[in-house]
């Protein structure tokens, strides 16, 4: 009767540990469709979104806004170019909405992104738009909107440009034929594709 119990015992030990392993590989698989199609979590590293979000936030991204980008092929990993496509998201983005996004050159010469550096900001024009700064103040032609943190520009448009170091103040796309500054940019226009 004991070597029948002994059986027994063996018998229900595996199908337990069989049990906890499907449940575990559930719960992994779930978490990885979760990551990719509906949330992901940021820590913040920057002040570059003062005062809205200070360096160490912790934040949630919400995947299923703007649709989860998918890979269309695996070649990133032998050096070559990494494609996605992106789902059907429930919105699209619109003027102010804070969005998480990878830094879109890996080098200066091919168009691409590094997967683990991931940037947030504001966006302030969308397709369409044409954007400029006017002493500081960020527009979009025909659009009574407010656009960005107008506190900080405000402020920095108070600033002369005397103060502000050349190297910031003189920026993208560093040409003479524009001389566009941090105060004076545009007509930028936006395109749609």
């Not at 913040?44 to 991204?61: L, N, R």
């Not at 992104?113 to 900001?121: G, P, R």
Request: proline share 7%.
């Amino acid at each position: 009767m004991k070597s029948k119990n002994i059986k027994y015992s063996w018998k229900s030990f595996f199908k337990e540990i069989c049990f906890w392993l499907k449940l575990f590989g559930i719960a992994i698989l779930l978490a990885i469709f979760l990551r990719i199609f509906v949330f992901m979590s940021v820590t913040i590293p920057t002040p570059s979104m003062e005062p809205a979000i200070v360096p160490g936030d912790f934040i949630i991204v919400n995947k299923l806004a703007y649709g989860a980008r998918i890979p269309k092929n695996f070649n990133f990993m032998q050096g070559g170019k990494f494609e996605t496509f992106r789902v059907k998201g429930f919105s699209k983005v619109k003027r102010n909405d804070v969005i998480v996004f990878n830094f879109p050159y890996t080098d200066w010469n091919n168009l691409g992104w590094d997967l683990n550096v991931y940037y947030i900001k504001r966006c302030v024009a969308i397709p369409g738009d044409t954007f400029y700064i006017e002493n500081g103040i960020y527009q979009v032609k025909n659009c009574p909107d407010t656009l960005g943190n107008y506190e900080n520009q405000y402020h920095f448009s108070q600033v002369p440009a005397e103060n502000i170091d050349p190297g910031i103040f003189n920026c993208f796309p560093f040409d003479d034929a524009y001389r566009w500054t941090v105060k004076s940019f545009g007509p930028l226009y936006v395109p749609h594709k």
